[in-house]
């Protein structure tokens, strides 16, 4: 039974890292918002509102990709930021709708290592996403931690 694997953590807590981690370990294919939305629109994503706008897009063409991959027998990573409900009920409906199992990796951070690690990401310039500090804050006033009363399977992940 093919799963559907989430990701829900504050900006460079590892969700990426964590993606290509479990697509080896399950065989699974990996599609990240992130790359999608700087490919699509290069430049054009320079305030929440295109965030917002381009994600749904995104959302709309991917989402029936996904249930028909999961249906197709094969595990997906889906390197989504599942950071608030909204986004959450989102990503279940995708799971829910191809009749598979899920699991939401919950890489669990504080703010200061988060943004540390954003720090050093954006200094390597290799993430297709390098936000500034005024971008994580207001990111992360957004932030909701997960709960299994969400009808969620969650894994925890602590340092």
Not at 7 to 23: F, M, P, R, V
Not at 29 to 35: A, F, G, N, S, T
């Amino acid at each position: 039974m093919p799963t559907l694997h989430l990701l829900c953590g504050k900006i460079a807590s590892g969700k990426s890292t964590l993606a290509k981690t479990l697509a080896a370990e399950h065989a699974a294919i990996v599609l990240c918002e992130d790359h999608w939305l700087a490919t699509l629109y290069p430049g054009e994503i320079l305030s929440i509102a295109d965030y917002l706008s381009g994600a749904q897009r995104i959302r709309g063409v991917l989402g029936p990709l996904v249930i028909n991959v999961l249906r197709s027998g094969v595990n997906v990573v889906l390197d989504f930021p599942a950071n608030t409900l909204a986004n959450r009920e989102w990503l279940l409906g995708l799971a829910h709708a191809a009749q598979v199992p899920h699991c939401l990796h919950y890489l669990e951070l504080d703010d200061a290592t988060c943004r540390a690690r954003l720090h050093a990401r954006n200094t390597q310039g290799e993430h297709d996403f390098a936000a500034t500090d005024a971008e994580f804050d207001l990111i992360t006033r957004h932030f909701c931690v997960p709960s299994e009363s969400e009808g969620l399977v969650i894994e925890w992940r602590r340092p």
